[in-house]
């Protein structure tokens, strides 16, 4: 068997470090890579080093999809929470062609999950977005998977792990709001304009994505009540540490009442949802088990890599969520 | 299509939970119940309070697997970690004839993992043990289906309920073992013969199944270096919570050097591995993408019945590990 022809759009962090992997992993090789700048096209394959010497092409991702007819595309382009696009039309087109689709891309997720959901399912294709949500952390796919037959009633977690590592060092450290984030940014877990992070935003946005695919609710972004943490004072986290509690920005979304909110929380000290630093958290409420929390590293190119990689090999099998 | 017919052999704690779910969720329906006083057979369907109102019959699996030739044969037979039997011979005779076959008895996967494993293989029929570690904990499937790509390198875990409750009741009321193990037996936490979990037994064979499906480590019983926590005192558990930490009683193995321990651990407060009660708690250290931690309730039959409740189902999807 030959190996499985890849087709990537994106080659931002994740998408170089996904071609890195796939690279290192033998699952499979890219024929493809399509940027904004200019795409590298070889049958042969595309190497993660070598896309600086190949030679650049004017390419469309609906062109190269018609031309390569790939085993997998695989959608990496940058997030537009607002309008979803480009990633959303790159879906479509290689959907209504019949080639199955894995993103880590949340925003054509946020903005068109049932409609793409439907278009899959209508083209028997299989279309995966496991790095959307928890980065590495295996989230769609332990429900996929591992809950069959016991259902999630609620999740609660901590999304971002930016927000995160700002709360963790303004306990540890007991530093203000502004010398925290400005830490972060100086170790690059923060960008310039922090405010998808420390906002709520991004965490809202993925947890649309999993009270869609895990639970069923309909919640669009504009419905999540969400609350971010630059008013947290030093002196309100001092007084929460004192009691024996940490501020933790925490979604939450319940199967019963449809209803989801992003917003600082006090979590126990000793409480499972109480991780530290830039790790991500979730914890899913079943019906026959009690609770399950899983924990792990929720950003990285390389972290993000493996969940994308994970859903190209479940789409080689044909597993469509 | 008609519902998946179901054979049941054991009917303990576990093995009532689990027909009960099954009958809850309709996921298939048990056409007999083998126990050593006595089967019961009905090809409508046994149902859950319906076993005290049948006629009981003397039928041995292997005549039940002959006679109904059912779609999954469910293995909850009282665990022996020495012979692994009955459930081995169960077991055997069920993939022989092609069925696909379900457990959560330890016993047989500890001393006969590679041999039931290669004759299911041999004879395409799926083989899963879900509930054999951790309860309603989906490790071996979080392994399974989650980690693709993504080898494991190392596990630790807390794999054994009783033990840390024993410890965290230590630790949270200053009690010495022997107040905090009578405390445990009249919550019916721990047995009148508390020393498979107080000395590391359950936690070794559990981390021995762990070693051989998940890392392919091939470690035996007797190779694990067990560390009972019967000698823990209470002024040890005070002078580590002053210092930050807590003891718990930690399964590791790790796939470089091949070996295996159980023994009492300094683990720091704050730490995801530093779960407390009756929880179970297992870390995956993985290749690309660091380590995950999962935590939930270890034991319980309705937990556990989830576990061999979702193997169930990817059973009859064609699933073999």
């Known amino acids: 068997m030959s190996a499985p022809r890849i087709l990537l759009a994106g080659h931002g962090s994740v ?12 699952v499979g090789r890219v024929v493809g890579v399509i940027r904004r700048a200019g795409a590298w096209i070889d049958e042969n394959g595309v190497a993660p080093g070598g896309t600086l010497l190949a030679k650049r092409q004017h390419v469309s991702v609906v062109d190269a999809l018609d031309k390569l007819r790939p085993d997998v595309f ?5 997030t537009n929470l607002q309008t979803g696009e480009p990633g959303a039309s790159h879906i479509r087109a290689a959907l209504e062609r019949g080639i199955p689709v894995v993103t880590a891309n949340k925003g054509p997720l946020l903005r068109h ?11 028997g294709v299989p279309f995966r977005f496991e790095g959307t949500v928890g980065g590495s952390i295996p989230v769609l796919n332990l429900h996929e998977f591992c809950l069959v037959g016991n259902p999630v009633t609620r999740i609660d977690g901590i999304l971002n792990g ?14 203000g709001f502004e ?25 809202a946005a993925k947890l649309c994505i999993l009270a869609n695919a895990v639970l069923g609710v309909r919640v669009t ?31 939450t979304v319940d199967a019963a009442t449809k209803t ?45 890599a493996t969940a994308v ?6 789409a080689l099998r044909g597993r469509s969520r």
Not at 113 to 123: F, G, I, S, T, Y
């Open 74 to 78: 695989v959608e990496l382009t940058p």
């Open 15 to 26: 998408g170089k470090a996904f071609h890195e992997l796939l690279h290192e992993t033998n």
């Open 221 to 251: 972004f504009e419905d999540v009540r969400r609350e971010g943490i630059q008013t947290i004072s030093a002196a309100a986290i001092r007084l929460a540490e004192k009691e024996g509690y940490a501020i933790r920005l925490i979604g």
């Open 260 to 304: 989801a909110s992003v917003a600082p929380r006090l979590v126990p000290h000793g409480d499972s949802l109480n991780v530290r630093g830039t790790l991500n958290v979730i914890r899913f409420t079943t019906a026959h088990a009690g609770a399950f929390t899983i924990s792990g590293k929720g950003a990285g190119g390389r972290e993000t």
């Open 309 to 314: 990689l994970s859903d190209v090999i479940h």
């Open 179 to 203: 010398e925290a984030l400005k830490e972060a940014q100086e170790l690059g877990y923060a960008e310039a304009d922090p405010t998808a992070d420390v906002g709520g935003h991004d965490a």
């Open 162 to 175: 930016t927000s995160n590592y700002i709360l963790t060092r303004m306990a540890e450290e007991g530093l």
């Open 113 to 123: 999950h049932d409609a793409l959901v439907k278009l899959a399912r209508e083209k």
